[in-house]
C-alpha cells in the first residue's frame, strides 16, 4: 500500500511539471505570434482637426510605396498646419520604417477644406519612426488655450474649414469669460448657423448688435438665421439695417443677395427686384453678384 502511495505522488509531481511546461510553451507561442503576426494597418479616418497636437499619417496614392507623416498644430496666426518630418514604408510584420531624411529643413503645410483625413500614430509607431512625442519646436507655437483671445481664435479657425460643432467648445468657454469680445459673437453666431441652431444664434446675435449696433457684420448672420426660420420681417429689417450702416460694399451685397435669392425661390417678382436693386447698387460690374441677379433675371424672362 506504501508503494502505491508513493507510485500516487510521483505521478502527480509528474503531472504538476507537464501542466507547466504547457504552460510556458503556451505564452511563449503567443509572444512570438505576436512578434511576427503584422500589426493593425494605419486607419485614415481622423479629421485634421481632431488630429491636433499629434503625429498622423496621410494616406498614400495607390501608386506610391511610402506614406507621409508629421506633426500637426494650430498657429494661433496661419491656422491648422502639418509640419512634415518625412516618409515611411511599413515591412512585412506591420513595422514602420522611416525613409532617410534628404534635409533637416522644416516642410510646413496649411491644412484646409480639402485635407483628407488622417491615421493618428500610436506611441509604439512614433517610436519605430524615431521621433520624439512631442517636437522640440513646438514650444514657440503651442501657447495655452485659455483666455477670451485665444479661445476665439481657435473658433475662427476651426469655423473657417468647417468644424463649427468643435468649435462651439472653445467658443463657449470664451463667451463666459469675456462674451462681447472681439469677434466672438459673431463667429459664434456663425457656428450655431451652420450647426442649424438658428434660436441660439438669435439669441446670441441680439445681445451683440445691441451692445455693438454699428458692426455690420453681425447682421449679416444675425439676418441669415431668422431666414433659415422663414421670420421674413425681421430678417429684412436686419438685413436693411445692416447694408444702411456697411462702409463694406461686398457686405452689403452678400446681405442683398441672400434676400434676392429667397424671393427668387419664393417667385415673388417685386420682392426680389427690391434686393435685385440694392445688390446692383452696391456691387462692382462684372461682379459675381452681378453675375448671380442677371443670372436670376434670365430663369424670369425665361418663365413668362
Request: with cysteine.
Amino acid at each position: 500500500m506504501a508503494l502505491f502511495y508513493v507510485f500516487l505522488l510521483k505521478i502527480n509531481t509528474l503531472m504538476k511539471k507537464l501542466i507547466t511546461f504547457l504552460i510556458a510553451l503556451f505564452i511563449t507561442s503567443v509572444a512570438n505570434a505576436q512578434n511576427t503576426a503584422p500589426r493593425t494597418q494605419l486607419k485614415f479616418e481622423t479629421i485634421y482637426y481632431d488630429a491636433i497636437y499629434k503625429w498622423a499619417a496621410f494616406p498614400k496614392a495607390e501608386a506610391d510605396s511610402t506614406y507621409v507623416y508629421g506633426f500637426i498644430y494650430l498657429d494661433m496666426q496661419a491656422g491648422f498646419t502639418f509640419n512634415h518630418e518625412g516618409t515611411f514604408h511599413i515591412d512585412e510584420l506591420g513595422k514602420l520604417v522611416s525613409s532617410k531624411k534628404e534635409s533637416n529643413s522644416m516642410i510646413k503645410v496649411r491644412l484646409g477644406n480639402t485635407t483628407k483625413n488622417v491615421a493618428l500614430l500610436s506611441s509604439l509607431q512614433i517610436k519605430e519612426l524615431g521621433v520624439t512625442p512631442v517636437p522640440d519646436w513646438l514650444k514657440y507655437y503651442k501657447k495655452p488655450i485659455d483666455d477670451a483671445e485665444s479661445l476665439t481664435r481657435t473658433g475662427y479657425h476651426l469655423n473657417a474649414v468647417g468644424g463649427s460643432k468643435k468649435a462651439l467648445e472653445f467658443l463657449l468657454k470664451a463667451y463666459k469669460k469675456s462674451p462681447h469680445h472681439k469677434g466672438l459673437e459673431f463667429e459664434l453666431g456663425f457656428a450655431y448657423n451652420a450647426l442649424g441652431q438658428y434660436e441660439k444664434a438669435i439669441e446670441i446675435l441680439n445681445k451683440a448688435t445691441t451692445n455693438d449696433p454699428k458692426n455690420a457684420l453681425l447682421y449679416k448672420e444675425f439676418g441669415y438665421a431668422y431666414l433659415n426660420l422663414h421670420k421674413l420681417p425681421e430678417a429684412e429689417a436686419i438685413y436693411k439695417r445692416g447694408v444702411e450702416i456697411s462702409t463694406d460694399k461686398e457686405l452689403s451685397c452678400e446681405m442683398a443677395i441672400n434676400m434676392a435669392n429667397y424671393y427668387f425661390i419664393q417667385k415673388s417678382k417685386d420682392k426680389f427686384n427690391e434686393w435685385a436693386n440694392l445688390v446692383k447698387l452696391n456691387a462692382s460690374p462684372n461682379s459675381q453678384y452681378i453675375k448671380y441677379i442677371e443670372h436670376f433675371e434670365k430663369e424670369w424672362e425665361s418663365k413668362r
